[in-house]
């Protein structure tokens, strides 16, 4: 599996991205895929998770009214939209899936066995 994070850049707080994240290599229909993002200095952190088919979502609590994740599995994209973005936003973003495990999307790092590159975000105030 083949991972691209793309369309990050700078805005001001209170605009909105999207992300995209497009998969290649493995049938992507088949595994889950998650969000992560790391601001300078930190760790690392969960953001938001879809599940193979879309019908399952999971989001961290900083993001759940704001960020909305979706796939379309024709186009082999997962999507992160991102509205009202604060400056604790700032990070690179990351896509990464998760093609072990069935269920619930999963919101660990160790549960994911693919990772892209990150694209960065910054909001300024």
């Known amino acids: 599996v083949q991972l691209q994070a793309s369309g990050g850049g700078l805005v001001q707080a209170g605009a909105s991205l999207r992300l995209s994240c497009a998969a290649s290599g493995r049938t992507f229909s088949t595994y889950g895929v998650g969000w992560f993002r790391q601001a300078p200095g930190k760790e690392r952190e969960f953001v938001a998770a879809?599940?193979?088919?879309?019908?399952?979502?999971r989001y961290a609590v900083s993001v759940k009214v704001r960020f909305t994740i979706s796939r379309d599995n024709a186009m082999n994209t997962v999507y992160l939209q991102m509205n009202s973005l604060k400056p604790e936003d700032t990070a690179i973003y990351y896509c990464a899936a998760d093609t072990t495990h069935w269920g619930p999307p999963a919101q660990r790092e160790k549960e994911y066995d693919y990772w892209g590159q990150g694209t960065q975000v910054t909001v300024s105030s």
């Open positions: 879809i599940t193979w088919s879309g019908g399952g979502t």
